[in-house]
């Protein structure tokens, strides 16, 4: 008796909706897993939802006594306010931690400031000079480091060719009367070489005066934003008002390697409140600090 013959029935295929819709089954089950368990969450197109999101954390941080410094620093940005002599202003240049830091180390060790002798090359007191001041050895610590990093940047002059910061502070009536940053001695020279550039940095405002001039300024000296906030001894020259964190770089030599006369600058009165500073003068060659 011959076996009954038996045919093998085709596999069945899904067709490609039915593919389709089973990964969308298993996404979606996936998605409501994540969702219950609070690692993915749905954005919000709403404009108005993202600003209250931001106010509410600014109002969460500032209960938490975190300061507006932390919570929107402002962009550094430089501006050109001079050619002769070349001088630059980078805004923001400091943080507010950095100048309280500095502030607060060299408070300590202040003493009366003092000018250098131009016949011996010596300090000497001078009532050309009022402030008091310390100075910072350079790389004293971790953020002095990174500030002279920041200077070497900005100049394109090596950290090597750098003198120790020095901090100063004036008191209501204090000034320095105009003169240069460069040496009219040798013996000043003998390390490091002439005195090429200076970046003056601003540890906090002043409510009134204290402005760095510089009196032979050529240009429209009067162009300067700031120019109806200055005070008399402001408005003799070119001038820049204090702000925390700001830092004003001068040059006092000229591109052809001779001395520029026009840096001739001072230090207007306080008037009004504190004025604390940084400076850092940089060297032709490198300065054996």
């Known amino acids: 008796m011959a076996k009954p013959r038996y045919s093998r029935l085709p596999a069945r295929k899904s067709s490609p909706s039915t593919l389709i819709?089973?990964?969308?089954?298993?996404?979606?089950?996936v998605?409501?897993?994540?969702?219950?368990?609070?690692?993915f969450s749905i954005p919000s197109n709403s404009g108005e939802a993202h600003k209250a999101k931001d106010?509410?954390?600014i109002v969460h941080n500032r209960a938490e006594g975190v300061s507006k410094v932390e919570e929107i620093r402002e962009e550094p940005w430089v501006e050109v306010i001079s050619w002769e002599p070349r001088a630059f202003v980078y805004h923001n240049f400091l943080?507010?931690?950095?100048?309280?830091?500095?502030?607060?180390?060299a408070k300590p060790h202040m003493q009366k400031s003092t000018v250098v002798d131009s016949?011996?090359?010596?300090?000497?007191?001078?009532?050309?000079?009022?402030?008091?001041?310390?100075?910072?050895?350079?790389?004293?610590?971790?953020?002095?480091?990174?500030?002279?990093?920041?200077?070497?940047d900005f100049t394109f002059i090596p950290v090597e060719h750098g003198e120790g910061l020095q901090i100063l502070h004036y008191e209501v009536g204090q000034k320095y009367e105009p003169h240069y940053d460069y040496?009219?001695?040798?013996?000043n020279t003998k390390n490091g070489g002439q005195r090429i550039a200076t970046?003056?940095?601003?540890?906090?405002?002043?409510?009134?005066?204290?402005?760095?001039?510089?009196?032979?300024?050529?240009?429209?000296?009067?162009?300067?934003?700031?120019?109806?906030?200055?005070?008399?001894?402001?408005?003799?020259g070119l001038s820049v008002?204090?702000?925390?964190?700001?830092?004003?770089?001068?040059?006092?030599?000229?591109?052809?390697?001779?001395?520029?006369?026009?840096?001739?600058?001072?230090?207007?009165?306080?008037?009004?409140?504190?004025?604390?500073s940084s400076t850092k003068w940089m060297r032709v060659h490198e300065y054996k600090a």
């Open 199 to 236: 970046v003056l940095m601003y540890l906090s405002d002043v409510e009134e005066g204290g402005e760095t001039v510089f009196p032979a300024a050529k240009g429209n000296v009067s162009a300067v934003p700031w120019w109806n906030e200055l005070s008399e001894c402001g408005k003799g």
């Open 21 to 29: 819709f089973t990964m969308l089954l298993v996404f979606t089950f």
């Open 55 to 57: 106010l509410s954390s």
């Open 31 to 39: 998605i409501l897993i994540l969702l219950v368990l609070g690692i």
């Open 241 to 276: 008002k204090p702000k925390m964190g700001d830092a004003l770089l001068f040059w006092s030599m000229k591109p052809d390697g001779s001395l520029d006369p026009s840096s001739l600058h001072g230090g207007c009165p306080v008037i009004r409140g504190n004025k604390w």
């Open 95 to 105: 943080t507010k931690e950095e100048c309280d830091y500095l502030i607060n180390l």
């Open 119 to 152: 016949e011996t090359g010596k300090s000497k007191d001078s009532r050309v000079r009022t402030s008091s001041g310390t100075f910072l050895a350079r790389g004293r610590d971790k953020v002095i480091r990174e500030i002279e990093k920041r200077i070497a």
């Open 183 to 187: 040496f009219m001695d040798e013996f």
